[in-house]
């Protein structure tokens, strides 16, 4: 399985890119919206997991909208520190996870979103 991870924290984007893969997930990494965005026209992916806050005026919300757009047969998991209340309304389809998560509860959550 092939999955865009979107995370702007550098640590965080490699030690969870490095559980994914140890996992038997295919990884590809983007540091923020715009370098997601490029990667959906790019490339295809089963899976994208995108925080919501980015910088560079491309929020994970909008990664959401593009991949359903350009890969609508892709699963997308929003993940946030906010909670789901804070967040403007999430596109349809799109599941959350909150942050901070193990990445266990991340794989898991992939997993079950990969059997729907």
């Known amino acids: 399985m092939r ?7 550098a640590d965080t984007r490699v030690l969870v890119a490095a559980g994914l893969e140890m996992h038997g997930f295919g990884v590809r990494l983007a540091e923020d919206g ?21 910088p560079n005026g491309v929020s ?13 047969s892709a699963r ?9 209340g ?14 901070p998560y193990r990445t266990t509860e991340l794989i898991s959550t992939l997993r079950m979103m990969l059997e729907c």
């Open 3 to 9: 999955v865009l991870f979107v995370e702007d924290e």
């Open 34 to 54: 715009l370098a997601a965005i490029q990667a959906l026209r790019d490339d295809l992916f089963d899976l994208v997991v995108t925080d919501v806050s980015m």
């Open 60 to 72: 994970g919300i909008q990664v959401a909208e593009a991949a359903a757009r350009l890969q609508p």
């Open 76 to 84: 997308v998991l929003i993940v946030s520190g906010y909670a789901p």
């Open 86 to 99: 804070q967040l403007p309304e999430l596109p349809h389809g799109t599941r959350y996870l909150a942050k």
